[in-house]
């Protein structure tokens, strides 16, 4: 069973930075395109990230040039690099493969930028 942790959000001011982790209980970080998405109060979730296997990565148009992606497979984790955070980007965050795995949802966290 695969269990899929995210951490790191929190309250943070515009313009601001914060790094999310993802750590999965198995090795299945290395074996799978895997993604960040988010869901805003009232919103559908949507996909923000993603990295393949082999590193390529892709961004939503609304976080292009200041979210990064990555991955460390000896640690099973994949990361969400925030920076110049806007209220917009206000949601609860979650990793899953891409596409995602209805079982894989964990609990999220909750990002919140305001002043």
Avoid at 44 to 63: F, M, P
Avoid at 72 to 93: G, H, S
Avoid at 94 to 108: A, E, I, L, S
Wanted: net charge positive; charged share 15%.
């Amino acid at each position: 069973q695969v269990q899929l942790v995210e951490s790191g959000g929190g309250l943070v001011q515009p313009g601001g930075s914060l790094r999310l982790s993802c750590a999965a209980s198995g090795s299945i970080i290395s074996m799978v395109v895997m993604g960040w998405y988010r869901q805003a109060p009232g919103m559908q979730r949507e996909l923000v990230a993603r990295i393949t296997r082999g590193g390529y990565t892709n961004y939503a148009d609304s976080v292009k040039g200041r979210f990064t992606i990555s991955r460390d497979n000896a640690k099973n984790t994949v990361y969400l690099q925030m920076n110049t955070l806007k209220p917009e980007d206000t949601a609860v965050y979650y990793c899953n493969t891409h596409p995602p795995v209805y079982d894989y949802w964990g609990q999220g966290t909750q990002v919140t930028v305001s002043s």
